[in-house]
């Protein structure tokens, strides 16, 4: 039964995801059958460029994932990981308002399923998604004082102290006695939220042996020097991408926007997309990169169809191939008892729910 409820659930959560896709494409359709003829000229190897632009810095993210994970004594596969990275990525960008926390839930789980202690699972997951936020804004910040958006000590000096706020926060999550303490204070938070919030054995938690043993654990995940210089290089060159990515598109058109503008409206979709809310930052996002290349000087329709092309690549079609490696995911991770029914023996095997 346990088996049976959480195929509907997953089976629920993407239908409503493919929802979401269907709701937005005729929108974005729509718009392109009003740039009939901007479009007709598309430029198709810049266009093949961008595909493989998005699709590469999408790799990239789940790439600097798997070396956190071999960090912390978690060996998987490329393609496991891959297979994760990229129905989380779905899930993240295409659900209302839960977005972010599904696809957290969800990478947590299967990596579960692959022997991956939870504290690892979930801290590998928090620590990606922090370092690839860190980089981007020191891309941002240094990108504003080299375009002359800001004073350049301005720039040095903001990115100098995100350095050693950064710094300082990996020093302190890398002290035991720190660390125990907050996770005690967590712990007996926990303890006193409903138990629908939280499950009804946490009360019993005792918060000491639950704070050492998840301290000891994430402990473990202590990248070396040149661990740290893949990981960081992993994230550059994934957010570098998915801006050439950008540049292909608009390029597509045959008016390519200045560098400084292009980067002024990728920062603008990015924190569209962090803010959440709505799935993607739709609207938000279009709207904004769409102000900042009609203001850097590009025509109208030419922007609209950059914009529209950038878009339906880098969010609609990359969330397609999640929710199609979700709904695999699925059909890999079905119940022990459908698997042996299957099989025709009797004996009990574990559940394997791998894509390797």
Known sequence: MRGRTRAIVQWTVAVAGLGVLAWQLPALVGEGGRLAAELADLRWGWIGLAVLLGIGALVLYGELHRRLLAAGGA?????????????????????????????????????????????????????????????????????????????VLVAVLVVLGLLLGTWACWRAVNSAPVLRRCLRWLVRLGRHLPAFLVGSRTSAVDPDSVSQRVSDRIGLLRPSGGGWVLIIG???????????????????????????????????????????LFPGGAGIAEAGLLGVLIASGVPFAPAVAGTLVYRLINWLGLAAIGWVVYAVQIHLTSPPQQQLRARGSPSREPETGSCS
């Open 75 to 151: 060996r998987l596969s490329v393609r496991s990981v891959q297979a994760i990275n990229f129905a989380e990525n779905a899930l993240s960008t295409t659900l209302p308002a839960v977005g972010n926390a599904a696809g957290f839930v969800y990478a947590t789980y299967q990596l579960r399923r692959r022997h991956v202690e939870v504290a690892l699972a979930a801290w590998s997951l928090m620590l990606a998604g922090t370092v690839s936020t860190i980089v981007v804004i020191l891309l941002a910040v240094l990108g504003a004082g080299i375009t002359g958006r800001v004073p």
């Open 234 to 276: 992993c994230a550059v060159l994934s957010w570098a991408m998915d801006f050439l990515s950008l540049y292909a598109s608009v390029a597509a058109v045959g008016h390519p926007a200045p560098w400084s503008a292009l980067a002024l409206g990728f920062v603008v979709v990015q924190i569209s997309i962090a803010l959440q």
